[in-house]
């Protein structure tokens, strides 16, 4: 069902001209119309723009469909309203469905290649204006294969999307997922109320694999070391990145972990968003002591090297910056050659 519809909608796609390297704004919550969207824009061929609607204002939103040119925007009729001064196509998935269940089902003719762009993805905006990031199908392909089998993703999984769709992470949760039949579970804002709530949905939910912004992470295990909470049964695997993971919090999670003879694995990952989500990974042992918390080792295929100053390979044991490179590459930022 989740394959016809995409194809319906991808349909109504190629009819707005969107081909290789057309972008896509997608505007829409946390749902499953969200994957159909995604879905449909790479069956057409294009590459997708994700705009949480829940954390863009809109000037952020009309600011990335003018910057990218997108000729088209998926989103539903009360979310288009909020927008201003932008000319691009709507697609809204409410209004305009009883026209796109019109289109076939069937799968159309994929003539994508390797170079082809996936998606655009927006930072932060940190110094200056935000800039996207382009990111080929080799890369987020290369990256996908590399996930399912670092971290043994098969049809038995249940993971959960809990990234917001505006962060590569979200494409680390959907991807693998849907590649080997595994279940996605589209998480809620209730979810959140507090840490033993979400274990508790957790448990319910039958969760096997975890994928949560250091962050977040931090906040659960806060709470969780002098707590009564009980680890989820079916959970296996708990993914972190993002930013530097805590010693302190580390500390915290064995603790909890400690209550059970069959703990999660837990790895800690790094990665910019120019390096197609993750470049390096470690496998936390549970009985890890050391003050600090390795990024661990390259992932699918990344080429990692720590320079000095004059670009020469640094020493064992002395600090270096480091470079990455290898197919995990986005092509650049758009229309922005000289910060690429």
Known sequence: ALNQKANQLARRLRQLGVQADVPVGIYLARSPQLLI??????KAGGAYVPLDAEALPP???TYVLEDTQAPALITTSDMKETLVNFT???ICLDTDWTEIEKESTE???GDSSPQDLAYIIYTSGSTGKPKGVMSEHRSLVNFTRG???EYGIS???RILQFASINFDAAAEEIFPALCTGATLILRTDEMLASPQHFMQQCQALRLTVLDLPTAYWHQLTAELANSQIAI???LRLVIVGGEAAATEQLNNWQTWLSQTHQPPQLINTYGPTESTIVATAYRVPTNHNSPTLSIGQRFANAQIHLLDTHQQTVPIDQPGEIHIGGPVLARG???SPDKT
């Open 37 to 42: 969207a995604l879905l449909a824009v790479l």
């Open 59 to 61: 000037d952020r939103v």
């Open 88 to 90: 691009t196509a709507a």
């Open 107 to 109: 799968n159309l003719d």
């Open 147 to 149: 996930a399912v089998g």
């Open 155 to 157: 049809e038995s999984d």
């Open 232 to 234: 989820p049964a079916a």
């Open 333 to 335: 930022k758009h229309y």
